[in-house]
């Protein structure tokens, strides 16, 4: 007998309208020997769908397959399939010298538990459920063939893995077997700049994908201003500020290693903003933690960027984040003079859209200033978001104009 997921009564609604997730107090019983793929049965006996199950997690059941024509069949095709579609959209929408995107945004994509992020000729996955986990190969095996050359890295150092008691050690997925050495890190082009990803000990996977459109934009409004870079990390904020003409770039990031690969990104694009008409770079890095640098901080800016990490991973951390990210654009503003531009982020899946706005209103009154919303801003369009998921819509931002 398939292994089969029923549910408790009532609760197959979520399914019908094809969210992903099955949360474990959603579950009455197990039915047959627990496998990677399962059947999930409402209580009234319809079969709702098929999904990869994962025996040690809170989400236990993951949706491969939604209705009553489910199959429970996953084999190398079926990952070809959802692979081909993520490829789809990624060669309608990537700018042009552009080698480092997202190939695979998990449910985004219709492949739940899965990212995988391109650097050049590395990609760079990660696989954060059990059930996932027990069927790699097929997956592996087809995103080989779509990308016959490249080296792939499994990086496994999540707090998903780690809830699921799954192994935390990086892995060299292909050539197998793996180089002698490790792989620290790999060469990309961004919008024709030059990177590169920290893959052995950088965060994520190596470099963030997801700010590519937003760094496009400050490109874009940067012409004869002077512009302000908090939570810089390695500095791309400020390398498409200068490309697009800013008098002068301050970078603060706390962290000397960041700092000095954001330094070593400049010295690799200093050709490119020589040809833009910038050879001598108006740039400085400071190495401090923003809330006391915003703090003893005087000058005005006219560009400020306010990208932090995530101040809330939990949602009972909510309130508490909340707070930290009103101070946090409370100290912005106030470095800001009139006409000045705001790009402000939060990436934490427990602040919603319009938490965040509601923050933005407090942080402008605080501060004492008219602030003009502009724009919303989002993830790269390589990170989709499945309509029936707001769960993936992590990152969040605002442009924002101070008027007084």
């Not at 219709?110 to 059930?131: K, N, Y």
């Not at 779509?146 to 192994?167: C, M, Y």
């Not at 990803?197 to 874009?220: L, P, S």
Request: aromatic share 8%; hydrophobic share 40%.
């Amino acid at each position: 007998m398939s292994f089969t997921v029923v549910l408790k009564r009532g609760r197959e609604r979520a399914l019908l309208g094809r969210h992903p997730w099955i949360f474990s107090g959603a579950v009455a019983r197990l039915e047959g020997e627990p496998s990677p793929v399962a059947r999930v049965l409402a209580a009234d006996g319809r079969l709702l769908g098929v999904g990869l199950y994962s025996a040690e997690s809170r989400i236990p059941v993951r949706m491969l397959r939604f209705g009553e024509g489910a199959t429970s069949q996953l084999g190398k095709s079926f990952f070809a399939d959802r692979l081909g579609q993520a490829m789809e959209l990624r060669d309608d929408l990537l700018p042009e010298a552009t080698t480092g995107y997202r190939v695979l945004n998990a449910e985004g994509d219709g492949l739940p538990g899965w990212t995988v992020d391109r650097f050049g000729e590395v990609l760079v996955s990660q696989i954060t459920c059990g059930g996932l986990e027990a069927v790699r190969e097929f997956a592996y095996a087809a995103l080989g063939e779509l990308f016959p050359r490249a080296t792939i890295v499994q990086k496994n150092s999540s707090a998903g893995r780690r809830a699921e008691r799954l192994s935390e050690v990086d892995e060299v997925i292909r050539p197998d077997p793996p180089p002698a050495s490790e792989v620290l890190e790999s060469p990309f082009l961004e919008n024709g700049l030059r990177f590169s990803a920290e893959i052995k000990g950088g965060q994520k996977t190596g470099f963030y994908c997801d700010q590519r459109d937003n760094r496009r934009r400050v490109e874009e409004l940067a012409s004869g201003r002077r512009v302000l870079d908090l939570f810089a990390h390695s500095g791309a904020f400020g390398l498409y500020a200068l490309r697009g003409g800013a008098r002068r770039v301050v970078h603060v990031e706390s962290a000397a290693r960041l700092i000095e690969r954001g330094r070593e990104h400049y010295r690799l694009n200093e050709e490119v903003l020589a040809t833009a008409g910038t050879p001598q770079l108006p740039v400085e890095w400071v190495e401090a933690d923003v809330f006391s640098d915003l703090r003893q901080r005087t000058e005005r800016y006219d560009l400020l960027i306010c990208d932090p990490p995530p101040l809330a991973r939990k949602r009972r951390d909510r309130d508490k984040a909340a707070r930290a990210y009103k101070d946090l654009n409370r100290l912005a503003l106030g470095r800001l003079g009139r006409g000045g531009l705001l790009l402000t982020f939060s990436c934490s899946s427990a602040v919603d859209s319009k938490l965040f706005r509601q923050i933005l209103f407090a942080a402008a009154i605080e501060a004492e200033v008219s602030l003009q919303l502009l724009s919303p801003l989002a993830a790269s369009a390589d990170h989709p978001v499945a309509v029936t998921h707001p769960e993936g819509e992590y990152l969040k931002g605002w442009l924002a104009r101070v008027t007084s």
